[in-house]
Each structure stands twice: as structure tokens, then as C-alpha cells.
């Protein structure tokens, strides 16, 4: 099948990656509203091109925290990417690079930041959660310094994972073979089979659900690299943080309402 758009590949994704690993790629929480309302609110934005525009050279290339990236598209992290391709996050990284934009690295990689650093060069920020154990997180993000990473984009929207009804389903457990890299070493690489969802209880045995402002605070006192909230959905929040974040689509609107 020769592919054409974008959306063709989640089709041919369906086709090839086993259930399990295709419906924790594809499906969100509950009934997935909020997933629906993600799509529905990139529908609605719309093109309305000038004419009569000098079009011959076009440069849509952009900075972010004052690096030169080629357009304003990045890579946003996603987990254990070597459930669908042997080569996992090394190969992101390295189309990544190619595309002269930024990878976000997840936490929960199935490539560690020591072996996504070793693709070459490449501007890459690390999605951070902050785990119970703090000393867990210190250790990561010294590494993510150590590995040339060059800023933190802390994940505050999970306290605890939603009730994503496709995981219970299938009972998600990393499959054989396969471990969150950065966390080998700390024996907290597995996400084992559960009667429920590996992933939920995972999380909920293991990252801070105290998690509150003062943290970034903290975090900002154990490293030097900038450090982006991820994960901000409301303007009020938006508005107390609003010179450290990245914000969404639709709450743009709300936060330029409030202020």
C-alpha cells in the first residue's frame, strides 16, 4: 500500500501490531471524550491563506527556548516505543535529527537516554515523572544532563492513570523482552500482568500522587535546564504558570479571555 497521508499509517498500524499493543497506542480513557474533543478541536481550526503572496521561498523554521528547529512541529514522547519496531526511540531519534526539530523523550522509554544520545546529534528534551522515591528522580535527570539533553518537560496531569478501559481489557504488561530502560538499574524496569491493567498499577505504586507546586521548585533545585509543565489544561493554571509552559489549543483562548 503505497501511503499518502499521515492517517494511513494508524490504519496499517491496526493491521500489523498485535491488539494489545495497538489499543494502548491508539485509545484513551473511559468513553475517550477527551481523546474525540483533541481531534475535534484541530477540525476546527481552519487555513485561510492571503493571495498574491510571494510563496517561492517559504521558511516556517521557528526557536524554541532559543534553539533553531526547522518548523514548529515537534516530537512529543511517547512510551515504549519498541513495542512497534525493533529500533524503538533510536529510530525517532534519529528522523528526528533529520527533520531539524526536537524529540521529547519519555520516561518510559524502551531505549534509555544514554542509547538515544549515542544516534548523533540532536536537540532532545526528557518528559520527566516524578516518582515516590525522589532519589529516583534525581538520578534521571542527572542522566538526562550527562546524555546532552537540554531541558525537562515534567508530566503534571497523571497522579494517577485514567481508567483506560482497553488496557483492562487486555491486560497491558510490557511484553516479553522488553523493560523501561532508564529505570533498569533501579529495578523498576517491568510493567508485569496484572488482573487489571500492568500500566495503572504501575503508576499508582509508583509515581507521587502528592505531586504539587512547590515540587517544580524543588526540581528546579536539582537541575539546570529549563523546565516545561506538560500537561496544563486550564486557564487558571495556565495563568499561574504561564511564563514556564507550553500551552494547548483551546486553552489558548481561555487564558488570552483571562487575561
Known sequence: ????????????????????????????????WTLQENRNAFSRILFRPRILIDVSKIDVSTTVLGFNISMPIMIAPTAMQKMAHPDGELATARATSAAGTIMTLSSWATCSVEEVASTGPGIRFFQLYVYKDRNVVIQLVKRAEEAGFKAIALTVDTPRLGRRESDIKNRFALPRGLTLKNFEGLDLGKIDKTNDSGLASYVAGQVDQSLSWKDIKWLQSITSLPILVKGVITAEDGKTNILRMRICINLLLEVFIMF
Open 1 to 32: 500500500m503505497e501511503i499518502t497521508n499521515v492517517m494511513e499509517y494508524e490504519k496499517i498500524a491496526k493491521e500489523k501490531l498485535p491488539k494489545m499493543v495497538y489499543d494502548y497506542y491508539a485509545s484513551g480513557a473511559e468513553d475517550q
